[in-house]
């Protein structure tokens, strides 16, 4: 065979490679097709409203949540985070997402107390001696989230409810004096809100309820003698430190709080199986984060509120803290005639606490020790 008699024979071998070579190739691109048309697919949209002002970190806490699902979720599911009054006032949350009006909201459980005021054993009072990561142990392990469940089945709410991003304690509030005993406070004219109305109310002072970002003008104008909010940049944000100097640390009235965040149950139940599960575990990273930014920028707005606003702190007199503990009881006790609900709840919080903080105060060291070893004031040395 000549050379040339080779190379024609070897023609329709070639011609068979590519050929199916280019049947392979169509085959992948027929394949990959559905993939692409799936990822094109419309983003779920959910309108969602927060409690706050948008300049509040606990409105930016919202948008954390938010990205957080929207990230994990690659867009599939994209979450808008309004500000507080955007939609409906702040403390209409609860209906406008119920309703269908929201999608979905940020807020406190206590800004519902008008509704069920067994609302309020979510955040405000002594928590039985439980600081808020106790509670929120209770609310996940303890039998807090079914009572919740049941709780909000009781007055109709159509939501799916989340507390999560347990707060640190909150101070007694913003006054234009030191107070140093508890008949100090009689007759303040006082913002709070939950069942801490009742608990300052018991105590001599006229409580109004407000949302955070109209406090700060009300004691501007001389509507309220003093006002507590929750923490150290809200409040340096919302700006006490222009109206007040004086800042109380220390109380009873809302030791073990935290966050909601809540849906609009219709709309949650018909999400995908998959996007309720990024939810739900994206609340639990979002919890998480929210305790380490609090940290981070509430020291620093501690300390800066004492160098550059000159704001004075004091710790609340153990006698007030008293007095609170005495005026919870009444007024819970109170809440708790003909509210099955309430006791319900009271115990099964109870009975968690008895346990877990008796096991807290035995086990975890105290840090002043350390504190002082490190950064407290050494005495000068001796001469001679």
Not at 102 to 115: A, N, S, T
Not at 169 to 197: C, H, M, N, Y
Not at 289 to 314: A, G, N, P
Request: glycine fraction near 8%; proline fraction near 5%; aromatic fraction near 10%.
């Amino acid at each position: 065979m000549t050379k040339t008699d080779k190379s024609a024979a070897a023609m329709p071998s070639r011609r068979r490679f590519l050929k199916a070579a280019g049947a392979v190739a169509a085959g992948a691109s027929a394949l990959a097709a559905p993939r692409i048309a799936t990822a094109q697919a419309t983003p779920i949209t959910m309108r969602w409203q927060s409690t706050w002002p948008a300049k509040d970190i606990f409105h930016e806490y919202a948008g954390d949540f938010a990205k957080k699902v929207n990230d994990m979720t690659g867009g599939e599911l994209r979450i808008e985070v309004l500000p507080a009054g955007a939609v409906v006032p702040a403390f209409g949350l609860l209906d406008a997402v119920s309703s269908g009006t929201l999608d979905g909201g940020h807020g406190v459980l206590v800004y519902h107390y008008g509704k069920q005021n067994a609302l309020a054993l979510w955040g405000s009072g002594p928590g039985f001696g439980m600081d808020a990561q106790q509670l929120m142990a209770w609310h996940k392990y303890g039998g807090g989230k079914e009572l919740l469940q049941k709780l909000y089945a009781s007055i109709n709410a159509n939501v799916v409810s989340f507390p999560y991003g347990p707060m640190w304690t909150q101070p007694l509030g913003w006054f234009k004096k030191p107070v140093q005993k508890a008949e100090d406070l009689k007759g303040l004219k006082f913002r709070t809100v939950g069942l801490s109305i009742d608990v300052f109310t018991g105590m001599g002072l006229a409580v109004n309820a407000l949302p955070g970002g109209e406090i700060v003008p009300a004691m501007d104008r001389g509507l309220l003698d003093a006002a507590e909010f929750n923490n150290a940049t809200s409040d340096r944000i919302l700006g006490f430190p222009d109206v007040s100097k004086v800042c109380m640390l220390q109380s009873y009235h809302q030791n073990a709080e935290q966050f909601e965040i809540m849906f609009n149950k219709t709309k949650f139940d018909a999400l995908p199986a998959k996007m309720r599960a990024i939810i739900e575990n994206g609340v639990e990273a979002a919890s998480q984060d929210l305790v380490w930014k609090s940290i981070h920028r509430y020291s620093q707005d501690y300390i800066e509120m004492q160098t550059k606003d000159k704001v004075r702190f004091y710790k609340t007199p153990n006698s007030i803290l008293q007095a609170q503990l005495v005026a919870y009881d009444a007024a819970a006790a109170k809440k708790g005639e003909g509210n099955a609900l309430f006791k319900e709840i009271e115990a099964s919080q109870r009975a968690f606490a008895e346990r877990a903080v008796k096991w807290d105060l035995d086990t975890n060291v105290r840090r002043e020790m350390a504190y002082n070893h490190y950064f407290g004031k050494k005495p000068a040395p001796k001469k001679g």
